[in-house]
């Protein structure tokens, strides 16, 4: 039965994955259009109905040779897509510019957008730190307890808490309103604070910012605040601060340089001068799989030497894991601890600390998207081998058991219904390309018989079976079943002086090609004989793939 396709799109996907290449030298790029041209050309079909679907396809190619042969135009498409090129590309940009310079201004554009956009939004943050006392599971004494009813059971306390919450507010493409508040409370007594900043961006090398403060225990606040980049390599903030209170007026000092000493490597200088003076210098290495610190402080009443190491893993859920160890005046203290992404927002951290006279603490913490949670839990007074040991196994095993039990099942369904949502609203479109595909199909049988015979006359490259989709192993345990299309005809018309080569992109954008299983993985099978041997051959969706390969071509290897 004859295939209809629906009304044209101006399809330059479909071009772009005819050459097989999103740059192509204009030679070349003539050369990929004519074979088109040759291929759906009306005159050459007799069949009512397929030289209609024919003159869509003509059309779809010179309409994409059009776009493809012209800088700009593809400059425009590669940047707005489709739409673009119909109407919001050419309002933004002028035909007179270089490919370049259009990007660019399609990158400002984009800045003043997001400009705009974070006008509208008050980028809200937050943190709240609930701190927990379990020391009585370690460090109880059973005497205590035996003239006390339910004494048998472990005393667990929340013994201090925070609330912070901020929101920002843009005034002007300069000026900034930073609204903040907190409350707090330990063993009891508790208090707040409310805080006001009006942050200036005066150039591209500095801003300064205003603050005032209240709150019911150190009394009104008022601070300012200043960054300038003295260099392109070091950069300089100085804070000055005025705390009113009962006892007078505290002033205080804050200035500090940075500096870069490489590409990956900064060095910084602190002094602050006020109730807790001191000068602290270190030195951060950040790099792709490292984070390194070190860092010096003399001062009053604390002075001391820390040294911190963190490596991250290239894996997908982004797991760092770090040490660090910190003494001075006030004892020695070894942290150690793991981060780990569970989800698109979601950050979970915990960390062991061991310290004398501090004891034995672990800190969890969850950050999802712009809120951040704090569960600092004090364990033990003293170093027990048996808190440490707890501290350490306990948080891992429920995490593997949270983890396996309900993170994995709930990411699963979340994609499994973003699958099911993604084919829903491309059904149409998959109708579409399908009906395309077939049309471009039977266009290209008497194009296929003649390559065939050439092929043939010179023990050439022939494509006898291709199949492409979703593949099932024969030992899968799913009962899943395979999604492939034959595209034995499209690949057999890609073949040119006995060679077919893909490039890096999806094969689903090919001639005759359509995608069977949207959002899923995909690769290429196919079966094809080149002098007379038989061939394999099994290639990834985006995997670029040339055959017959070099030592097929001497004669070698053959299967």
């Not at 039965?1 to 101006?10: A, D, G, S, T």
């Not at 490489?262 to 602050?272: I, P």
């Not at 994609?415 to 993604?422: A, F, M, N, R, W």
């Amino acid at each position: 039965n004859p295939i209809c396709l629906e009304e044209p799109v101006v399809s330059v996907v479909f071009f772009y994955a005819s050459l097989n290449r999103s740059e192509t030298p204009r030679k070349e790029l003539k050369s990929s259009y004519r074979r088109l041209c040759m291929l759906y050309h009306p005159d050459k079909h007799r069949d009512p109905e397929l030289k209609k679907q024919a003159e869509q396809l003509f059309t779809y190619a010179h309409q994409a040779y059009e776009v493809l042969s012209d800088p700009q135009s593809r400059a425009i498409y590669d940047i707005f897509g489709k739409k673009g090129l119909e109407v919001e590309g050419w309002e933004v940009v002028e035909r007179k510019r270089t490919s370049a310079e259009i990007r660019e201004e399609y990158e400002r554009l984009q800045r003043e957008r997001d400009e705009r956009r974070l006008q509208q939004r008050t980028n809200p943050k937050g943190t709240i730190s609930v701190g927990i006392d379990v020391t009585d599971l370690f460090d109880r004494y059973e005497e205590d307890f035996e003239d006390v009813p339910g004494g048998g059971f472990p005393h667990i306390e929340i013994n201090r808490m925070h609330i912070s919450q901020s929101i920002e507010a843009p005034l002007t493409t300069s000026d900034t309103a930073v609204l903040s508040g907190s409350l707090s409370t330990r063993n009891g007594n508790g208090g707040g604070n409310i805080n006001l900043c009006v942050r200036r961006v005066t150039s591209a090398r500095g801003w300064g910012e205003l603050e005032f403060g209240a709150g019911d225990i150190r009394g009104p606040l008022f601070g300012m605040k200043v960054f300038r980049n003295v260099t392109a390599r070091c950069f300089v903030t100085a804070q000055w601060g005025l705390q009113f209170s009962s006892r007078g007026v505290r002033p205080s000092a804050t200035t500090m340089m940075a500096r870069h000493l490489d590409q990956n490597t900064m060095g910084y200088l602190q002094w602050r001068w006020g109730s807790q003076s001191a000068m602290t210098t270190s030195i951060v290495r950040d790099t792709k799989t490292s984070h390194f610190t070190l860092a010096l402080q003399l001062g009053v009443p604390h002075s001391y030497l820390m040294m911190s190491y963190q490596y991250k893993f290239q894996d997908e859920d982004q797991t760092k894991v770090k040490g660090s160890i910190k003494t001075g005046f006030f004892g020695t203290v070894v942290e150690y601890g793991a981060e780990r992404k569970i989800s698109p927002h979601s950050v979970l951290a915990a960390t062991v600390c061991v310290g004398v006279p501090q004891g034995v603490s672990l800190k969890i913490r969850l950050n999802r998207a712009s809120q951040t949670y704090l569960f600092p839990i004090h364990l033990t007074d003293q170093i027990l081998p048996s808190a440490v040991f707890y501290a350490t196994v306990g948080p891992l095993a429920i995490y593997l058991a949270v983890q396996k039990l309900i993170i994995m099942p709930y990411v699963r369904a979340q994609k499994e219904q973003e699958l099911e949502k993604q084919k829903e609203d491309s059904a149409s479109e998959i109708a579409r390309r399908k009906q395309e595909a077939e049309a471009s199909v039977l266009l290209m049988q008497e194009s296929v018989k003649r390559i065939v015979d050439a092929e043939e006359s010179k023990m050439g490259l022939i494509i006898l079976n291709a199949w492409y989709g979703k593949f099932v192993s024969d030992n899968s345990q799913k009962r899943e079943r395979a999604k492939v299309i034959d595209v034995t005809i499209p690949l057999q018309c890609l073949v040119k002086d006995s060679k077919l080569i893909l490039t890096e992109a999806s094969k689903a954008g090919l001639p005759g090609f359509y995608d069977p299983c949207v959002g899923e993985e995909k690769s290429l099978k196919l079966l094809y004989q080149f002098r007379g041997a038989m061939h394999q051959v099994l290639s990834g969706d985006t995997e670029p793939l040339k055959i017959p390969k070099q030592s097929e071509s001497y004669g070698k290897k053959y299967i």
